[in-house]
T-cell receptor
Framework: AQKVTQAQTEISVVEKEDVTLDCVYE???????LFWYKQPPSGELVFLIR??????QNEISGRYSWNFQKSTSSFNFTITASQVVDSAVYFC????????????????FGQGTILTVHP | DGGITQSPKYLFRKEGQNVTLSCEQN?????MYWYRQDPGQGLRLIYY???????QKGDIAEGYSVSREKKESFPLTVTSAQKNPTAFYLC??????????????FGDGTRLSIL
């Protein structure tokens, strides 16, 4: 069975602070994919990043960076110099790739972290 | 612009009534999904379809039904058997086949409430 845990239910920061959103996952698949999505108040989920299980390189995209550590089954997301527009719910998700297995094609989401950035 | 359209944005259901949520996509994606979102529980998969005329139950399919008669459409019916239907429903689509690495694209959602 797959499981994604986002232990932080809500985070509140002041603009320009750095903030890290934690994500821990469980899977028996040897190949899997990890995703981060952002859900603004409008409701639509916006894809932010995908990471393959065999690629542990960290990634930076502007103010966003992701730290994937297979040894600790974590895929944490950091926003540097946060802005009010970053306020949203952020979801970490996992999809296994075990052709023929029950996890194939399914996307398992964490509970989400509500981030509020105050001006 | 290509995307996923969900309608209506808000929907109210009376006791014992079936209601249908619409999901249409013009991304030419083979796979489509329905998720339910409740506060503090993230998104849970209701049904998914990887090809026309075929669909599979997700983790919480009881009380719901779907059809996939056309590639671009994947309507979800919330039946009277679903005793707690109040939630936010999200439809998604993605490229099928070796889809593990392809992100899913989401619609704006439908908020369903009981009258």
């Amino acid at each position: 069975a797959q499981k994604v845990t986002q232990a932080q239910t809500e985070i509140s920061v002041v603009e320009k602070e750095d903030v890290t959103l934690d994500c821990v996952y469980e899977t028996r698949d040897t190949t899997y994919y990890l995703f981060w999505y952002k859900q603004p108040p409008s409701g639509e989920l916006v894809f932010l990043i995908r990471r393959n299980s065999f690629d542990e390189q960290n990634e930076i995209s502007g103010r966003y960076s992701w730290n994937f550590q297979k040894s600790t089954s974590s895929f944490n997301f950091t926003i540097t110099a946060s802005q009010v527009v970053d306020s949203a719910v952020y979801f970490c998700a996992l999809r296994g790739y075990n052709a023929g297995g029950t996890s194939y094609g399914k996307l398992t989401f964490g509970q989400g972290t509500i981030l509020t950035v105050h001006p | 612009d290509g995307g996923i359209t969900q309608s209506p944005k808000y929907l109210f259901r009376k006791e014992g009534q079936n209601v249908t949520l619409s999901c249409e996509q013009n991304l030419n994606h083979d796979a489509m999904y329905w998720y339910r979102q409740d506060p503090g529980q993230g998104l849970r998969l209701i049904y998914y379809s990887q090809i026309v005329n075929d669909f599979q139950k997700g983790d919480i399919a009881e009380g719901y039904s779907v059809s996939r008669e056309k590639k671009e459409s994947f309507p979800l019916t919330v039946t009277s058997a679903q005793k707690n239907p109040t939630a936010f429903y999200l439809c998604a689509s993605s490229i099928a086949g070796d889809e593990g690495y392809k992100p899913q694209h989401f619609g704006d959602g439908t908020r369903l409430s009981i009258l």
